[in-house]
Nanobody, 115 residues
Framework: QVMFAESGGGLVQSGGSLRLSCAAS???????IGWYTQAPGKQRELVAA???????MYTDSVKGRFTISRDNGQNKLHLQMNNLRPADTGVYYC??????????WGPGTQVTVSS
């Protein structure tokens, strides 16, 4: 079973940038993979996803600011986050886009954006 490990989070000021990475323990070839965020007191939600063919999808709140990418050869997923806002604060996770394909959640990486 594939497991994910997220990294790259941190504390940044509003308007700053971060690049998140997600390393998979095995291949995720054939799957659409996404980045999720969970803010304090809120449910985890999908913010971006990418197909094996590199077609991307974004939730409206991050369009134009976040860019998702994947390296199928190295089984890695990235999220470039620009022009960060305090509302982007949360723990970021990667997993399959389809809940039927979810594997156990990794530890996530904390992103904190100060105003």
């Amino acid at each position: 079973q594939v497991m994910f490990a997220e990294s790259g989070g941190g504390l940044v000021q509003s308007g700053g940038s971060l690049r998140l990475s997600c390393a998979a323990s095995g291949t995720f070839k054939g799957y659409t993979i996404g980045w999720y965020t969970q803010a304090p007191g809120k449910q985890r939600e999908l913010v971006a996803a990418i197909t094996e063919q590199h077609t991307t999808m974004y939730t409206d709140s991050v369009k134009g600011r976040f860019t998702i990418s994947r390296d199928n050869g190295q089984n890695k997923l990235h999220l470039q986050m620009n022009n960060l806002r305090p509302a982007d604060t949360g723990v970021y996770y990667c997993n399959a886009e389809n809940p039927d394909d979810w594997v156990p959640w990794g530890p996530g990486t904390q992103v904190t954006v100060s105003s």
